[in-house]
């Protein structure tokens, strides 16, 4: 049967990673995002606004996709703000195809506060979680945005008789300019400041990160998982966690980042160094660099997102994820982590987006 998938978030880490693996596969992919995405010219574009239901529905009535993948969120100041935000986009969406009743399945990207609760109460005592984390454990007594989406969903997918799947990575690693979480990216901005001005690549975080096993989750990896789910019955109605499959320590992996940008590597120093504020004033540095080596984003604010990185760079324990759920149904993709950073290094170098 012809496979139309609607990709919500498309200009994201998430959302972009995902198209490519969708158009690798042979689907036909539509693209829905507040801009059209530079670099993807196969896919057909809708403009739209998640949070405007009339203009949604108008600009979706001639859109019957089989497949949704939710890849987007809008960060907001308190976390009763981000649950009645983003529970909306996910139920504008929703309802704006509902009358098509062509939508088979929803896949729903949320990600790891799923287990250590929302910015407000990060990885707070009251509510650090076993790990590895598994998709068994229950919800926190906690309010968080991603549950909210998730209500969204199982209540359209009760409505509209479609399945879906919850997919939870760890922290992104790719390519995405604008974006709200973007750990990789920042950490090779920062390296460039340090190079460009010889200060130290000092790692920021905590004593539990630097020392502790962790992971992260590569945007391709992230994608093969979703179109695996898609295409796989046994995945319906399942949540499932998704990372590279290997380990790391920050303290392994710290040197190794320095050393592609040639600078000095300096490890947790007893305290936690918060990023945000040792490149609170780097902008006009940036704006600097850029001109100097024709780089073509010269927002600072638009390539690092330094106080995401610190929260998780800044966790007082570590952090593993199991991914059992989709290893027992058969999902056998695997991704080097040093291999995943140096990727999006060479790829932000040769996109000009640092030196």
Same mark, same amino acid.
């Given at each position: ?17 995902a ?50 993948? %939710?890849?987007?969120?809008?960060? *907001? ?36 506060? @799923? ?51 919850? @997919? ?7 390519l ?9 990216t ?22 539990? *990160? ?14 093969? *998982? ?8 046994a ?23 320095a ?19 040792a ?34 760079l800044?966790?007082?324990l ?7 759920n ?5 999902f ?21 987006? %640092?030196?």
């Open positions: 049967m012809k496979r139309t998938a609607l990709v919500v978030g498309v200009t994201g880490i998430g959302g972009n990673h198209a490519r693996e969708l158009l690798a596969q042979g689907w036909d992919v539509i693209g829905l995002s507040r801009r059209a995405p530079r670099d993807l010219p196969q896919v057909r574009h809708i403009a739209a606004d998640l949070l405007d239901p009339a203009a949604l529905g108008a600009a979706l009535k001639d859109v019957a996709p089989t497949h949704v993948f %939710i890849t987007t969120w809008m960060r *907001q100041d308190t976390e009763a703000e981000n649950i009645r935000v983003n529970a909306a986009l996910v139920r504008n969406l929703l309802d704006a195809l509902s009358s098509h009743k062509s939508v088979r399945h929803v896949a729903l990207v949320t990600g790891l506060k @799923h287990y250590l609760g929302p910015f407000e109460a990060y990885a707070s005592s009251g509510t650090l979680p076993d790990t590895p984390l598994r998709e068994s454990q229950p919800r926190l007594a906690l309010e968080i945005f991603y549950y909210a989406q998730e209500d969204e969903v199982y209540a359209a997918a009760e409505r509209d008789r479609f399945t879906w799947t919850i @997919h939870r990575p760890h922290t992104v690693i790719g995405a300019v604008g974006n709200a979480m973007n750990l990789g920042t950490l090779a901005v920062y390296a460039t400041i340090c190079k460009e001005t010889g200060r130290p690549f000092q790692f920021p975080g905590s004593a539990a *990160q630097w020392n502790g096993m962790s992971d992260v989750t590569d945007a391709r990896m992230l994608a093969k *998982q979703l179109v695996w789910a898609a295409d796989t019955d995945s319906r109605n399942e949540a499932f966690n998704i990372v590279n499959g290997d380990v790391f320590r920050w303290s392994w992996l710290w040197p190794k980042l050393a592609f940008f040639g600078v000095e590597a300096a490890g947790f120093n007893g305290t936690v160094q918060p990023l945000e504020a490149m609170a004033n780097d902008a006009p540095l940036w704006r600097d660099i850029a001109a100097r080596h024709g780089l073509v984003e010269a927002d600072l604010d638009r390539l690092a997102s330094a106080w995401h990185t610190d929260l998780d800044g966790r007082p570590e952090v593993m994820t199991d991914m059992s989709s290893r027992r149904l058969g056998t993709a695997y991704q080097a982590t040093d291999t995943s950073f140096f990727d999006l290094f060479e790829r932000l170098r040769a996109e000009r987006l %640092i030196p």
